[in-house]
């Protein structure tokens, strides 16, 4: 159901704009600098899965989305506030440049006008390269991962292939090879670990920037970068873990460093496409997968998500106010946390009832 919502979406979105810069409206390098540790994160989240019981995973979902819809919550207010303020400086130049007119003067114009499309071709509108890493990263995850199941569980070979899922060769890399000299020789390297250190560090050195950000994008320090890849790990185990894409924490995230709504929502969305997919795959392949069920709800899902992203954007034009996507993820996520939550609770109490055995799975039976 979330990959269909999600890649729905990033059909409509991938011909958008940036709503202010000469950009798409997913932020390609801030996807490059995040989605490989979440699909690094996603291996060990569904490991978890398997090995958590059922009321841990329950417990862990009530406390990360009550506190990432309370932060986005209180984020959308601030945002709210600040649009109000705009939209009366806004009026009051209007009404200015009214009465000048009405006395006969016409000031002249500061400059160019915009004339950014909001929508372009699908391939002007795709940063090629950055999207070629990002499958680069998601394709090794799936051949190592498919190749997996035709192992023994906690085998010797089940083993070495889940370590090949942050490991591979990258020899002729030039590129790569000359902005991390020090990770990146002639040896074996994570290849997740590997492109994002990559996009990290030309963000430290400023060869390539955060653009949805604007000028603010260009200043990154090192210990910033690193909480920010930590972080990209820890929403892949979570997203993993629940079964949700990453999207839930990444999009909060995002909006924590300043980029835009619009943006922050189509990127973190892009990125869950991604996820997503891995998780349908993994989950498949440990046969906790429903087939029938997962095809109604994936119909269900791109419907909906393609008529919530038209009906959003045009109470956007006309309310002017992008923060109503700030509250629209704080109160998705809020629902979420009670639906899933009380399902869970009542399951778990079912479970008491019965005197089921509630611990610790094993993570090395044949499933």
Not at 101 to 113: D, F, K, N, Q
């Amino acid at each position: 159901m979330i990959m269909g919502a999600a890649a729905s979406t990033v059909y409509y979105n991938i011909r958008l704009r940036h709503p202010t810069l000469s950009m798409p409206i997913i932020d390609y390098d801030l996807a490059l600098l995040f989605q490989p540790m979440l699909m690094l994160g996603i291996s060990i989240g569904v490991a978890f899965n398997v090995l958590f019981a059922d009321w841990m995973v329950t417990i862990l979902l009530l406390i990360i989305f009550l506190v990432t819809s309370t932060k986005a919550f209180f984020r959308g207010v601030a945002a709210w506030k600040k649009e109000t303020l705009f939209k009366k400086e806004a009026a009051r130049i209007l009404a200015q440049t009214v009465n000048e007119e009405a006395e006969g003067y016409i000031p002249l114009s500061s400059g160019p006008t915009n004339s950014r499309r909001e929508q372009v071709s699908i391939f002007e509108n795709i940063c090629w390269s950055e999207l070629g890493l990002l499958l680069l990263v998601w394709g090794t995850f799936l051949a190592l991962q498919i190749t997996k199941n035709y192992t023994s569980n906690c085998s010797i070979s089940y083993w070495v292939l889940n370590s090949l899922q942050h490991y591979k060769f990258f020899r002729g890399k030039k590129n790569i090879q000359q902005n991390i000299p020090n990770i990146a020789s002639n040896s074996k390297i994570p290849v997740a670990v590997a492109v994002t250190m990559h996009e990290a560090v030309n963000l430290y050195k400023g060869e390539k920037k955060i653009q949805s950000k604007g000028d603010e994008g260009t200043n990154w320090r090192a210990f910033q970068l690193i909480l920010y890849c930590l972080i990209g790990i820890l929403a892949g185990i979570v997203g993993g873990l629940l079964g949700l894409g990453g999207g839930f924490i990444l999009g909060p995230l995002f909006l924590e460093l300043g980029v835009p709504p619009q943006v922050s929502s189509a990127t973190a969305t892009f990125i869950m496409t991604f996820s997503a997919s891995m998780y349908v795959i993994e989950y498949y392949l440990l046969k906790r997968f429903p087939v029938p069920y997962a095809l109604y709800f994936s119909v269900v899902a791109i419907i909906s998500a393609l008529i919530g992203q038209k009906a959003v954007g045009k109470l956007i034009k006309i309310l002017g106010r992008a923060s109503l996507i700030i509250f629209i993820l704080a109160f998705t996520i809020f629902f979420s946390a009670v639906s899933l939550g009380g399902t869970g609770i009542f399951n778990m109490i079912g479970k008491m009832e019965r005197h089921e055995y509630m611990g610790f799975e094993n993570l090395c039976k044949q499933h």
